[in-house]
């Protein structure tokens, strides 16, 4: 499966943006689709995550109460709502999937997209 996120941007703190992650290539019904951020110098962590055939989903807790995460069968598109963003949520942001199971880890992810910039100004 092909991913293409867009959607980041500037944005000053306590605001809000929306991420899309376009997928394409192969039924995603039986994927589970994450989000996942990089800031320079640190790792890729994990977001937030999505079933795409049942919509639980979960999050890290650094975001829980203030990130959705969901998606758009129709559109085979990816969504992360970001509200009350700070300056900590800087970062590229990488829509991923994979087939099977929830998880939170990078490495059990083996579809990528490109990834956006989210930069939040304090």
């Known amino acids: 499966v092909q991913l293409q996120a867009f959607g980041g941007g500037l944005v000053q703190a306590g605001g809000s943006l929306r991420l899309s992650c376009a997928a394409s290539?192969?039924?995603?019904?039986?994927?589970?689709m994450g989000w996942f951020r990089q800031a320079p110098g640190l790792e890729r962590e994990f977001v937030a995550a999505?079933?795409?055939?049942?919509?639980?989903?979960i999050y890290a807790d650094s975001v829980k109460g203030r990130f959705t995460i969901s998606r758009d069968n129709a559109e085979t598109t990816l969504y992360l709502q970001m509200n009350s963003l700070q300056s900590e949520d800087t970062a590229r942001y990488y829509c991923a999937a994979r087939y099977g199971y929830m998880s939170r880890y990078t490495t059990h992810y083996n579809n990528w997209g490109q990834g956006t910039q989210v930069t939040v100004s304090s």
């Open positions: 999505i079933s795409w055939s049942s919509g639980n989903t």
């Open positions: 290539g192969r039924t995603v019904s039986s994927y589970v």
